[in-house]
Every structure is written in structure tokens, then in C-alpha cells.
């Protein structure tokens, strides 16, 4: 097993990345090789506790910005912390991830550039994971794929069930197609087709059409859509969960019996924050790409980046890449 983290990556790069891969090394007791400016980490390192074994550094330049054309700044700057550590990745033989809040388009770029697809997978698919009240629903793809054909939905809903099966542990995740209606015969025609082959892959557990108003109820494991629908709900669902919690933070903060009350249920409301938060599965996997390549968010925090290398053990635990080619070949022998 052999994690990399780009230290560089996210907005607050290189501090919350070395204490959240400092603290999963303390919690997991896992061996970790930190890709950036090689000072810069040991300045951070420096003010930690760990075993010193159980971390390497792998020195690289400079960093991708989340602004730059993503193709251009894999092809340009090779010594850039993702394209160091994609190479690293690369040249093991099996079983190596790497961790990352940078560019998604970079590393999504990267991925495909420098590590290829899994054979027989047309699309790779960002699967980001909504943490529910005792349930993580499973969106994907949530951005990689813009324009995606119906076949491709139907291998999103493969890669999703492996991946939900290994990490989440649960059998029979129950995959559904995001869709205006529940009815069979809803949706353009897009979806509809998606629709039936899914219905006709014999290796998931379709469930039907799931609205978006469902989407967070936990009635689905695995939602599966086009990227660019995908990245639309997800980011409206980033910003209305902002909304209410800054609106009742407001609410209670205007009054002097909005205080009293806010004392009283403090530690509710931190756990009712704690159930729905990103950063408690901290990244997303990009499926369908050989080899692990975990996409934690931008702004990712210490405990999110630790939760993130925990994605990233139960990835390469669960031997996922291995699955996804076994189930994908099974699957195109049955045609």
C-alpha cells in the first residue's frame, strides 16, 4: 500500500495538509510520502509528533493553480505537486493512490494523461459522497463528464456500487437515476435510455428514478447523472446548506433570547453540523482511472484530508480497481 499527498494542494496548503496527514498516520498507522516543496513541509512537520518512518517526502517545484487550463499545466509544469505525484503513482505496479485538494480539473487531466483508463471503461466519473443523517449517498458522476451518453450512466452505476460495496460496506447498494419524475417513462431522452440499460446491468441494484428533492433522504446508496447536472446539485446543495446554517446563525445571534436559546442547544446543533458536513468522508474518488486518485474539496481542513487517506485505505483494502475490471469484462462478455 503506498499513499501520496500532494501537501500542496487546497486553500490552505502546505499546514492543514501535513497535520491531517500527520494525524492519519497517528490514527490509521499508515505510511505516508508528502509531495511538494520539500522545506516548506518539513517546516510543518517540524511542529508535529509522529513516528519519523512513517512519512517520506517526494520534493516537487511548484504548484498547479486552481485557475490554470488543466491540460496545459499537466503538459507544462512537470515538477508541479500533482504531476509529481500522478508519475509516482504511476510507476508503482499496483496498489498506490494519490490524495489531493488541488485543481479538479487538473487532476482529472492528469489522471487520464498519466494514468489511463481501466480497459473496457469508457468515462472515468467523479463520485463525490453527500453525507445524510447515518448515510452517505454516493453522486457521481458530479463533474468529470459534461456530455455523457447513456452507456456511460450505465458504467456509473457499475463503478459506483463497486465502490459503495467496498468502502461503505453494504451488499446491495441501491443505485437510482437522477431524473424530473420517478416514472419510467419521464426525462429526455438521455435518461431514458440510461434507464433501461440499467435496468438490464445485472451486476447493481437498480431502484428506478429518484427526484432531486430526494436526493438527500437517503432512500438511494448511489445517484447516478451526467457530470454537468451532477456539478449543478451539488454545488446548489453546497450553497443552501450554507444559506440555512449562516440564516440560524443569524437568527440566534439577533436576539437576546436567540443567545439564551443557542447556548442551550450548542452541542445539537455542532452535532446536527457534524452529520452533514463534506469533510466527515473527505474526498471523492475518481472511478474508472487506473490506479487511486482521491479528490479531496479546496478548502479541505486537517480532519478532512485525515478522512480522506482513510478513503484512500479502503480503497486500495478493497481492491477496487481489480473489481471494476472483473465486473466491467463480465459485463461485456454478457452482451
Known sequence: MHIFVDAMGGDYAPREIVKGCVDAVNEYHVHLTLVGGESAIRDELSLAKYPKEAIDILPAKSVIGFNEEP??????????????????????????????????????????????????????????????????????????????????????????????????????????????????????????????????????????NIESRDVMTGEADIIVTDGFTGNILLKQLEGLSSFLLNGLKQAILGSTRGKIGGALIKKDLQSFKKEFSSDEVGGAPFLGIRNGLIKAHGSSNAYAIKNAIKQAIAYMDGDIIAKIENTINSEMQSK
Do not use: W
Open 71 to 208: 491540460m496545459k499545466a499537466i503538459r507544462e509544469k512537470k515538477d508541479s505537486s500533482i504531476v509529481v505525484g500522478l508519475d509516482a503513482v504511476n510507476q508503482e505496479e499496483e496498489n498506490s493512490v494519490l490524495v489531493s485538494a488541488g485543481s479538479t480539473g487538473a487532476l482529472l487531466a492528469g489522471g487520464l494523461f498519466k494514468l489511463g483508463r481501466i480497459k473496457g471503461i469508457k468515462r472515468p466519473a467523479l463520485a463525490t459522497p453527500l453525507p445524510t443523517k447515518d448515510h452517505v449517498t454516493l453522486l457521481l458522476d458530479s463533474g468529470a463528464n459534461a456530455d455523457c451518453k447513456a452507456e456511460y450512466l450505465q458504467q456509473f452505476g457499475i463503478l459506483g456500487s463497486i465502490y459503495y460495496q467496498n468502502v461503505f460496506n453494504i451488499a446491495y447498494p441501491k443505485v437510482a437515476l437522477l431524473n424530473i419524475g420517478t416514472e419510467e417513462e419521464k426525462g429526455s431522452v438521455l435518461v431514458k435510455k440510461a434507464y433501461q440499460l440499467l435496468s438490464e446491468t445485472k451486476s447493481i441494484n437498480f431502484i428506478g
